[in-house]
């Protein structure tokens, strides 16, 4: 031990002091390597917990500070009927425009219905007079169709039929390059 250096107190007993040998961290890897290999999961999981709790008690302390200063102010009790009135007074603008919204859809519904009646009333009379009801649009334009034009049309006569009339898809024939044949029998590949 070339390195123990001597200090001699006056009267008091001798003490050896080493000098530190490796000075840098390497020592920490001895001690914290092991320690992070077995426990590092539980360490970070661990850290993760209280963070989200410190988060959670912070916004949590937030709340309550907001919530606190609200409830403990002074409120000039004016302005809190001020407040109330005005809400009411809202409630009761809206609810009258509900009510007119809703008394303008009532009074188009019983015009509606009210048409409906009239034209079942005109399909009865007309059909009690022996005509057919076709509406009063739709008999002024046939009227108007009629007077003007005297041609009569005639259907298409001239249509291709899409097949011919002797065809029958079990068959096999006109098939051209689409015939359906079975497979064959026996093994898919034949090795000798």
């Not at 000075?23 to 077995?38: C, I, K, N, R």
């Amino acid at each position: 031990m070339d390195d123990d250096v001597t200090i001699e107190d006056e009267g008091g007993p001798e003490i050896q002091k080493t000098p530190l040998g490796n000075q840098d961290l390497s020592f920490l890897q001895q001690t914290v390597g092991p320690l992070l290999a077995e426990y590092g999961w539980y360490l970070l999981f661990m850290c993760v917990g209280v963070y989200l709790v410190v988060q959670h008690l912070s916004k949590r302390r937030a709340s309550q500070g907001q919530s606190s200063s609200a409830s403990g102010a002074v409120q000039d009790p004016n302005a809190v009927v001020r407040r109330q009135e005005a809400l009411e007074a809202s409630r009761r603008r809206m609810q009258e425009e509900l009510d007119a919204k809703a008394a303008l859809f009532r009074l188009k519904q019983q015009q509606l219905e009210e048409e409906k009646r009239q034209q079942k009333i005109e399909m009865y009379d007309s059909m009690k007079e022996g005509r057919s009801y076709r509406g009063k649009a739709k008999t002024a334009q046939n009227t108007e169709e009629a007077s003007t034009s005297t041609t009569v049309l005639k259907p298409k006569t001239d249509k291709k039929p899409l097949r011919s009339s002797g065809f029958n898809p079990l068959s096999g024939e006109g098939g051209g390059s689409c015939a359906w044949r079975p497979g064959r029998r026996g093994p898919s590949a034949g090795g000798g």
